[in-house]
Antibody, heavy 118, light 110 residues
Framework: QITLKESGPTLVKPTQTLTLTCTFS??????????VGWIRQPPGKALEWLAL???????RYSPSLKTRLSITKDTSKNQVVLTMTTMYPVDTATYYC??????????WGQGTMVTVSS | QSVLTQPPSASGTPGQRVTISCSGG????????VNWYQQLPGTAPKFVVD???QRPSGVPDRFSASKSATSASLAISGLQSEDEGEYYC???????????FGGGTKLTVL
């Protein structure tokens, strides 16, 4: 059964950089057509796509956050890492990773809540 | 402000059929399959159906989706109390080269 799990800090200070790791199992990010994406959800608000990376290392970013985001993969470790620079309180949200295949997020992680506060 | 527009709320009584709409544009819904996600309270979103009638195993065929031009809709027939939650439409946007989500619709089973 395919699973994904997000990990990282629960609290970051304003202006700090956030690094989140998605560790997955039962699929490979070297399989053609497969991708892993990050989506976030502020408390009580809608889902917002952030970034995704494909099996061939093609990377896509949300235009509104592109300058602050970086996504990388380690196929041997079955991990995808998202980095978001200069965190603000408005970035407080639950961050999800999900498998994208081919253009649907068909399996999601449980999410990790990140609070930005001094 | 989401790229895709959904009504903020919908409701129905057990056994009824309810529909949730999703409006977009030519660069997104007009050219691509639309996916629907269900988010039950306190849980992660879950893919339930798309507009070419793909449904993960375990999702009942009470959930169906359709699309016309730049609008899509989710229909849930035989409404059940466990269907109560938030529903999001999503699709690919060719101009943004990435996925876009709707603002979500809170479904209440009365």
């Amino acid at each position: 059964q395919i699973t994904l799990k997000e990990s990282g800090p629960t609290l970051v200070k304003p202006t700090q950089t956030l690094t989140l790791t998605c560790t997955f199992s039962e699929f490979s990010l070297s399989t053609p057509g497969v991708g892993v994406g990050w989506i976030r959800q502020p408390p009580g608000k809608a889902l917002e796509w952030l970034a995704l990376i494909y099996w061939d290392d093609d990377k896509r970013y949300s235009p509104s956050l592109k300058t602050r985001l970086s996504i990388t993969k380690d196929t041997s470790k079955n991990q995808v890492v998202l980095t978001m620079t200069t965190m603000y309180p408005v970035d407080t949200a639950t961050y999800y990773c999900a498998r994208l295949f081919p253009r649907v997020f068909d399996v999601w992680g449980q999410g990790t809540m990140v609070t930005v506060s001094s | 402000q989401s790229v895709l527009t959904q009504p903020p709320s919908a409701s129905g009584t057990p056994g009824q059929r309810v529909t949730i709409s999703c409006s977009g544009g030519t660069s997104n819904i007009g050219r691509n399959i639309v996916n629907w996600y269900q988010q039950l309270p306190g849980t992660a979103p879950k893919f339930v159906v798309d507009t070419i009638d793909q449904r993960p195993s375990g999702v009942p065929d009470r959930f169906s989706a359709s699309k016309s031009a730049t609008s899509a809709s989710l229909a849930i027939s035989g409404l059940q109390s466990e269907d109560e939650g938030e529903y999001y439409c999503a699709t690919w946007d060719d101009n943004l080269s990435g996925p876009v989500f709707g603002g979500g619709t809170k479904l209440t089973v009365l």
